[in-house]
């Protein structure tokens, strides 16, 4: 049986791991660009759609992260 702890996790994890790739992307071409780009649009609908069920980013493990950053878009 799943539980909400189980779907926690979940979260969390693919945030952790999307955030640890992100950060470690230079953008130093086109394609690490798109790299970046697209740990953006993945960071971004996981917070969007935390907000949408009332969740806040520090729940979903981004209470210290805005991920326009990555892309130099400020928030």
Known sequence: MTTADDYRYVVLAAVER????????????????GRR??????????????ETAGLTAAEVGMADFNPGDMIGIRG
Do not use: H, N, P, V
């Not at 999307?18 to 660009?33: M, N, P, S, V």
């Open 18 to 33: 999307l955030r640890a790739k992100a950060e470690q992307g230079t953008g130093a071409d086109a394609y690490e660009e």
């Open 37 to 50: 780009m697209a740990y953006f649009e993945c960071l971004q609908a996981i917070l969007t759609s935390a």
